[in-house]
């Protein structure tokens, strides 16, 4: 018996919408090349772009270290000086908030009551089930949305600017150890490319 009434409330959550979420994670690309370069993959090495940005702290390295094993499956090859790196790419990430939003709502107060061995107009059922609107309480909703950025820009050994892609992704979520990686494979296929207008994709 009890396994039954575990059956029917399975059921009610099932159907009212308590679903894993996909995450989908939508995605801007911005680049720009300096004309008529053809960019092939080089040997490099990569720095931090901004005086702000530690180089040694754990969190640059568990980025870049990321970025060199998406570059090197292009074919670039990472070098442990800029004596011997054909480009300097420079790296940056971060997060600014964005925008914050509030949203009022309600939602009905729900009764809902089990009974065993009841009889109805038409026989006699084994469950019974009542539903019953009391009435509604309201909420309000906090959001605060971020945006997340990546920069890749690439410099020979005199300084001049070579390729840069710049890629940001607007959201909810500040784990940066999440969606910093998801936004460098996005931006590893538009190396050396030119955009006439901002590119968006969805990844999930």
Same mark, same amino acid.
């Given at each position: 018996?009890? %396994?039954?009434?575990?059956?029917?409330?399975?059921?009610?959550?099932?159907?009212? =919408?308590?679903?894993?979420? @996909? #995450?989908?994670?939508?995605?801007? *690309?911005?680049?720009?090349?300096?004309? /008529?370069? #053809? @960019?092939?993959?080089?040997?490099?090495?990569?720095?931090?772009?901004?005086?702000?940005?530690?180089?040694?702290?754990? +969190?640059? +390295?568990? +980025?870049? /270290?990321?970025?060199?094993?998406?570059?090197?499956?292009?074919? $670039?090859?990472? !070098?442990?000086?800029?004596?011997?790196?054909?480009?300097?790419?420079?790296?940056? $990430?971060?997060?600014?908030?964005?925008?914050?939003? +509030?949203?009022?709502?309600?939602?009905?107060? @729900?009764?809902?009551?089990?009974?065993?061995?009841?009889?109805?107009?038409? =026989?006699?059922?084994?469950?019974?089930?009542?539903? =019953?609107?009391?009435?509604?309480?309201? $909420?309000? %909703?906090?959001?605060?949305?971020?945006?997340? $950025?990546?920069?890749?820009?690439?410099?020979?050994?005199?300084?001049?600017?070579?390729?840069? !892609?710049?890629?940001?992704?607007?959201?909810?979520?500040? #784990?940066?150890? !999440?969606? !910093?990686?998801?936004?460098?494979?996005?931006?590893?296929?538009? *190396? =050396?490319? #030119?955009?006439?207008?901002?590119?968006? *994709?969805?990844?999930?």
């Amino acid at each position: 018996m009890r %396994k039954n009434i575990l059956i029917i409330l399975s059921s009610i959550f099932l159907f009212s =919408g308590c679903s894993p979420m @996909v #995450n989908k994670y939508h995605i801007t *690309i911005d680049t720009i090349t300096a004309p /008529n370069l #053809n @960019v092939t993959p080089t040997t490099y090495i990569v720095k931090a772009l901004g005086k702000d940005t530690d180089e040694n702290s754990l +969190q640059f +390295q568990y +980025q870049a /270290n990321i970025l060199n094993k998406l570059l090197r499956k292009e074919g $670039y090859k990472s !070098v442990e000086s800029i004596v011997e790196a054909k480009e300097i790419i420079y790296f940056d $990430y971060g997060i600014e908030k964005e925008l914050e939003t +509030q949203e009022q709502y309600s939602e009905p107060d @729900v009764g809902f009551g089990i009974s065993i061995g009841n009889s109805y107009h038409h =026989g006699y059922s084994p469950f019974w089930s009542e539903f =019953g609107y009391s009435h509604y309480t309201s $909420y309000r %909703k906090r959001t605060i949305y971020y945006n997340r $950025y990546i920069t890749l820009l690439a410099k020979d050994k005199l300084g001049k600017e070579l390729w840069r !892609v710049d890629v940001s992704s607007i959201g909810e979520s500040k #784990n940066l150890k !999440v969606i !910093v990686p998801i936004m460098i494979e996005s931006a590893i296929p538009y *190396i =050396g490319t #030119n955009s006439n207008k901002p590119i968006k *994709i969805v990844k999930k």
